[in-house]
Each structure stands twice: as structure tokens, then as C-alpha cells.
């Protein structure tokens, strides 16, 4: 198996996300946070805004602007992180600036915050152990393809936007996709 650090650091709502079978798991899930720090990610993820379940907008794992890998829910939880897809996938945040403040501003719709090397072999690494781990899964998407929403903009409510654009267009997205292409 392939061997990666992971350092746990569970949310305080972890338990009261639905437990599944990790035989369901076939898909993960890239996101960018669109925050410059990963404490600002998690301040957000904190913040519990779904009343019923009382938990938040939260990812399985955080890839932080040095590479180190943060495990925020357990596999075999049911986080929230991708509207319709969260029961059968496993989401991954990487840091990344992002639009960050002005997210939702016409004028800010191309980031121009590069992902880091350390960022992305960490996370070639983890895409391989959870390959690993759960053979069944399958695809590798992005936030991006998968929720295709738009919201007038802030600064021009003419304008529709997009509301989830991550992990962005300086993701290097056909090298990621390559690799996991090719694992085996
Ligand atoms: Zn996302």
C-alpha cells in the first residue's frame, strides 16, 4: 500500500455526519478552499451552518500550502462538499487563494494564486493510497464539472457567475488526471 502521512485532525461535528459503507465510495471529489491559509478553511468549515445535522461544509482531507495532508472527516462519513455526489465520494481540499474575498465578483473570476509542488505530489500521493484503499472507486472529478450553479454577480447583478469554480484554472488538472489515469 502506498504509504502516506496523514495527520488526523478531526472536526468537532465529525460524528454526527451519516456513517456509510466505504464499499460506496467510487469517486473523488478536487476542491480548492478559495481561502489564502488552510486555518481560514477550517474557521469556515467550523462555522455549522446546516441546522438538522448541526455540521458544516467540510472535505474528508486538506492538502496545506507545505504538502502536509489533514484528515478533517472520516472515510466513512458522509461529508458535505459537493452538492448531489457526497454519498458515493471522498472530498479532497487543496489550499489555494482562489478568488478569495471577492468570490463572487465579476470582475475576479481568474485566479492567479499557482498551486504549490509540495501541494501537488502530496496530493498524487494521497490519490494513490486511496486508490489503495478503496479499490472501487473509480472516477476523479472536479468541483468545477460537477456543480455548474451560477448566482448573479456581487458587483453586477446583469452578470451570472459561476458559484463553485474550484480547484480553479491554475490547477494543473491533465497532470493529475494523467497520473491517476495510469495508477494502477
Ligand atoms: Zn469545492
Not at 478536487?30 to 477550517?42: D, I, K, V, Y
Not at 499557482?114 to 472516477?139: M, V, Y
Amino acid at each position: 500500500m502506498a504509504e502516506v502521512k496523514i495527520i488526523n485532525n478531526l472536526f468537532s461535528y465529525n460524528d454526527r455526519f451519516k456513517m456509510r459503507d466505504c464499499k460506496q465510495i467510487n469517486m473523488i471529489v478536487l476542491h480548492s478552499t478559495e481561502t489564502p491559509t488552510l486555518e481560514l478553511a477550517r474557521e469556515y468549515g467550523k462555522q455549522e451552518i446546516y441546522e438538522e445535522s448541526s455540521t458544516g461544509n467540510a472535505a474528508h482531507y486538506y492538502i496545506n500550502l507545505d504538502g502536509k495532508i489533514y484528515r478533517y472527516v472520516e472515510d466513512n462519513r458522509i461529508a458535505f462538499h459537493v452538492v448531489g455526489y457526497n454519498e458515493q465520494s471522498i472530498g479532497i481540499e487543496i489550499v489555494n487563494k482562489g478568488r478569495y474575498p471577492h468570490w463572487f465578483y465579476n470582475n475576479n473570476q481568474f485566479p492567479a494564486e499557482e498551486f504549490k509542488k509540495e501541494q501537488i505530489i502530496a496530493l498524487l500521493n494521497l490519490l494513490k493510497n486511496l486508490k489503495a484503499r478503496f479499490p472501487g472507486i473509480s472516477r476523479l472529478e472536479r468541483h468545477s464539472v460537477l456543480d455548474q450553479r451560477t448566482i448573479p454577480a456581487e458587483d453586477n447583478s446583469d452578470v451570472l457567475i459561476r458559484r463553485r469554480i474550484d480547484p480553479g484554472p491554475q490547477f494543473p488538472w491533465e497532470y493529475v488526471q494523467n497520473f491517476w489515469n495510469h495508477l494502477a
